[in-house]
């Protein structure tokens, strides 16, 4: 059972988070376990994924609806957990995610830190923006080449039918010729 409880009261899923271990994490959503769990003090996957500065398992829990402004007992949300420890990759995945439902909280946290690390997540945010773009651009670059793939691909089979059809036509041709040889011949012996 993914939703089982330790001792302590972390799931399977805090426990995979807080290891960083996306593969693990995949699996245990697969089977599951509730992203946005409550573990001790109400932290939720969420909550360990800033922590640590685990991206990419942020953003496997947060693609299965991990509540992104969760708030543990003491009423710190993600975005706080991943500011706290400078992990501003994480935090600009975490606006990211808060636009524009929770805005105003993202706001709110944001205000709370110095300007400095405000900076921080400003350049992690535009890179996600960039590096965002670029995939845009690739994936753009993906469709248009298998849309010449696929142009490519039906005038090669018009070109092949086209080939089909002039050798069976020149196939129709020899037999008649052949044919047509054979019944002169045959009408040369009976004269």
């Known amino acids: 059972m993914p939703s ?22 995949h699996q245990l959503l697969e089977l599951g376990a509730p992203p946005s769990a409550a573990g001790p003090q109400d932290s939720t996957p969420l909550h360990w994924a800033a922590m ?10 947060l693609d299965r609806g991990a509540d992104v402004a969760a708030t543990t007992a003491y009423g710190s949300t993600p975005l706080q957990f991943a500011m706290f420890d400078s992990h501003f990759d994480a935090a600009a995945r975490l606006l990211t995610a808060m636009e524009p439902t929770h805005a105003d909280v993202a706001r ?29 651009r690739m994936q753009e670059q993906l469709d248009n080449d298998r849309q010449q793939r696929a ?13 089909c059809l002039k050798f069976r036509s ?18 040369d012996d009976y004269a």
């Open 4 to 25: 089982i409880k330790d001792a302590v009261g972390f799931t399977p899923l805090h426990w995979a988070v807080k290891c960083g271990d996306a593969a693990v994490v």
């Open 52 to 61: 640590g500065g685990h991206a990419a398992v942020m953003q496997q829990l």
């Open 108 to 136: 709110e946290v944001l205000s709370e830190f110095p300007k400095d690390a405000q900076a921080g997540v400003h350049m992690a945010f535009a890179r996600l923006v960039s590096a965002t773009r670029a995939v845009q």
């Open 151 to 163: 142009a490519d691909r039906a005038a090669a089979q018009e070109l092949l039918v086209a080939a």
């Open 170 to 187: 020149a196939q129709a041709a020899e037999v008649d010729d052949a044919e047509e040889f054979f019944s002169a011949e045959s009408s």
